[in-house]
C-alpha cells in the first residue's frame, strides 16, 4: 500500500518591495512522503520571491514533465519555471527551452557549490537561467516554522527575505550562482 502525501495549509502575506506586489495567498501544499519539511518550506519561500496570481503548484515529485512551481500566461505558455535542488543537466535545459524565465533554487550548500561547478559551464549559454543558492542555517530555521496549519508573513526588500511565523522570524538572503 502507497503512503500517501500529507497535507498543509500555509495562509501566507507577500509584502515584496523589489516587485510592488502586496498580497495574501491561501495555499495547499502536498508533502510527498519522500520529500522533508525543509524542501516543503523551500516550495513555500520560491512561491512568495516569485508570487502572483498566475503562480502555481504542479505535481513536482510526482512528474518528470513539470517543475516544483510555475507561472503560466492565459495563452497557458509557461512564463516562469521553478524547480529545487540539484537537477540534471537534461531538466535544465527542458525548462529553459520552454519558460521565459528558469529558477533553480538549491540548497545543501557544499553539495550545491560542488553540483554548480560541475555543470556551470554547460548551461551557462541559457540567459533566462538563475540559479539560487539558500544557506543552510536558513533552511533549516524555515523547517522549524513548518506546521500543519500555518500563517507566515514574507516581507521582501532589496532580495532579501524577512520570513515570519508571528513567534519567530528569520532573515533569508538568496545567493546567486
Request: charged content about 25%.
Amino acid at each position: 500500500m502507497a503512503i500517501k502525501s500529507t497535507i498543509y495549509k500555509a495562509d501566507i502575506n507577500v509584502s515584496n518591495m523589489d516587485t510592488y506586489y502586496f498580497a495574501e495567498h491561501n495555499l495547499t501544499l502536498a508533502r510527498h512522503p519522500s520529500e522533508n519539511e525543509e524542501r516543503m518550506m523551500i516550495r513555500v519561500l520560491a512561491f512568495a520571491l516569485h508570487a502572483n496570481e498566475n503562480m502555481s503548484f504542479t505535481k513536482g515529485l510526482s512528474t518528470d514533465d513539470e517543475p516544483e512551481l510555475w507561472q503560466k500566461s492565459l495563452s497557458d505558455e509557461i512564463e516562469v519555471w521553478i524547480d529545487l535542488g540539484q537537477p540534471d543537466e537534461k531538466r535544465i535545459r527542458k525548462g529553459c527551452g520552454r519558460a521565459k524565465q528558469v529558477f533553480i533554487y538549491t540548497y545543501n550548500y557544499r553539495s550545491a557549490l560542488t553540483w554548480w561547478e560541475q555543470v556551470k559551464n554547460k548551461l551557462s549559454r541559457f540567459d533566462n537561467l538563475y540559479v539560487i543558492a539558500l544557506a543552510d542555517d536558513a533552511v533549516a530555521a524555515m523547517a522549524k516554522m513548518a506546521k500543519r496549519n500555518m500563517q507566515l508573513q514574507f516581507s521582501i526588500q532589496d532580495g532579501e527575505v524577512l520570513m515570519s511565523d508571528g513567534y519567530t522570524s528569520i532573515t533569508i538572503i538568496p545567493e546567486r550562482f
